[in-house]
C-alpha cells in the first residue's frame, strides 16, 4: 500500500511538471522576425522628417554624439514607414547606429536595390528622393545621408547629421570621401521641388580688392552657369556653424568682381594640423561648383587664401564660402557669403540722320 501511495504521488508530481511545462510553452509567443518590405515606404514622410530634424536631434531616439548619420538616416526610414527592427544590430529604439549595420540591413534585409561608384562618377540616374547613400573609404563605410531633392540634371541633394546638412551636394560630399554605396528604395519616383529663392531677399556684399599676402592666387575656369544651370537657388535654413570653432575657417568677402569672374577670399588658421582647403561656389546655398583642393597648410599662422574663379555669368548673385579639411577627412566650413557680378554695360543707340 506504501509504494502503491508513493508512486501515485510520483505520477501526480510528474503530471504537475508536464502541466507546468506545456502551460510555459503555450504562453511562449515565438513571433517570426518581422518583415520588412520596400512596400510599406513612403518617402515623402521620411524627407518630411529628414527636413524637420537635419539641424536637430529626436530626444525619442537614441542618443550617439557627433557620430550620428547612421542613426538620423534610420529614423528618416522609420518616418517613412519600415520597421529597422528586423536588424539585429537596431537599437532600444529600433535605430541603426553604425553605417556597416545600415548597408547590410539595406542590402540583405530590404533587397535594395544597390550602385557603388567612386568619386568621378555621378549618382545613378535611378536614385530617388527617399533613397539613401552611405559614403566611405579606405575605412569602410563611414558617413549615411539621405536623398532630399534632385537638382533638374537628375543629380541629388542630401540630408545628414554628423556634419548637419540640409540639401547639401554630392560634390561636398566627395570632398571628404573616395566612394559611395547607392541603395534604392523607392519603386515609385517621386519629385521634390527646390523652390526659387527671391533675388531681393539676398544682399550684395561690399567688394573691396584685397592683395594677396601669405598664399598665391589660383585660377581656375568653371562652366558657366546660366538660367538652365542644374543648380537650382533654394529657400534653406541657414547650415550651422563649422565644427571646429568659427575663427578656424572664415569666408570673406570676394574681391576684383568683374563681369564674368571674381577672387574668391577667406582666412584659414591650421591650429597646428595640416589643412587642406577648397571654395565651393554657386548660384545658391546648394552650391554646385568647388574648385580643386589646395594646400597643406601647417602651423599656426594665419593664411589669407585667394582663389580666381572665371566662366561666371554677368549680372549674377552668387554664394561662396571656404572650407578647411583635415587629414581625417573631417570638414570646417566659413560662414555664406554673397557676391554679385558686375553687369554687362548698355549699348548706347546710334541714330541716322
Not at 51 to 71: E, H, L, T, V
Not at 115 to 137: C, E, H, M, Y
Not at 209 to 225: C, D, I, L, R
Not at 236 to 262: C, F, I, R
Request: hydrophobic share 40%.
Amino acid at each position: 500500500m506504501t509504494n502503491s501511495k508513493a508512486e501515485a504521488r510520483w505520477r501526480r508530481q510528474i503530471a504537475v511538471v508536464l502541466a507546468i511545462i506545456v502551460a510555459t510553452a503555450s504562453s511562449v509567443v515565438l513571433s517570426p522576425a518581422p518583415r520588412v518590405s520596400a512596400g510599406t515606404y513612403n518617402p515623402l514622410k521620411a524627407i518630411q522628417y529628414a527636413d524637420q530634424w537635419w539641424n536637430k536631434r529626436n530626444p525619442k531616439f537614441q542618443s550617439y554624439g557627433f557620430n550620428d548619420c547612421s542613426n538620423f538616416v534610420s529614423q528618416c526610414l522609420i518616418a517613412g514607414g519600415l520597421n529597422l527592427r528586423a536588424s539585429s544590430s537596431a537599437d532600444t529604439k529600433g535605430s541603426i547606429g553604425l553605417c556597416m549595420n545600415l548597408d547590410t540591413f539595406l542590402t540583405n534585409t530590404l533587397k535594395a536595390t544597390v550602385w557603388k561608384t567612386s568619386s568621378s562618377s555621378r549618382a545613378p540616374t535611378g536614385l530617388q528622393p527617399g533613397d539613401v547613400a552611405i559614403f566611405g573609404n579606405w575605412l569602410g563605410l563611414r558617413h549615411a545621408v539621405i536623398v532630399s531633392a534632385k537638382q533638374s540634371n537628375g543629380q541629388p541633394l542630401f540630408n545628414a547629421h554628423t556634419y548637419d546638412r540640409k540639401r547639401t551636394t554630392l560634390g561636398w560630399l566627395f570632398s571628404a570621401w573616395t566612394y559611395v554605396k547607392y541603395y534604392h528604395i523607392v519603386k515609385s519616383p517621386i519629385t521634390v521641388a527646390v523652390a526659387p529663392k527671391p533675388a531681393t531677399s539676398a544682399k550684395t556684399a561690399v567688394v573691396t580688392p584685397k592683395p594677396a599676402t601669405s598664399a598665391k592666387t589660383a585660377v581656375v575656369a568653371q562652366p558657366a552657369v546660366t538660367s538652365r544651370s542644374s543648380v537650382h537657388a533654394a529657400v534653406l535654413d541657414p547650415q550651422l556653424e563649422s565644427v571646429k570653432s568659427a575663427n578656424l575657417v572664415t569666408t570673406l568677402a570676394p574681391s576684383l568682381v568683374m563681369l564674368t569672374s571674381a577672387v574668391l577670399n577667406g582666412v584659414i588658421k591650421p591650429d597646428s594640423q595640416l589643412v587642406l582647403w577648397f571654395f565651393e561656389y554657386g548660384v545658391s546655398e546648394t552650391y554646385g561648383f568647388a574648385t580643386n583642393k589646395q594646400g597643406p597648410l601647417l602651423g599656426n599662422m594665419t593664411n589669407d587664401i585667394h582663389f580666381a574663379v572665371m566662366g561666371l555669368q554677368p549680372d549674377t548673385l552668387y554664394h561662396t564660402r571656404l572650407v578647411g579639411v583635415a587629414l581625417d577627412g573631417s570638414l570646417t566650413a566659413g560662414s555664406d557669403t554673397t557676391f554679385r557680378t558686375a553687369a554687362a554695360p548698355r549699348t548706347a543707340a546710334i541714330v541716322e540722320d
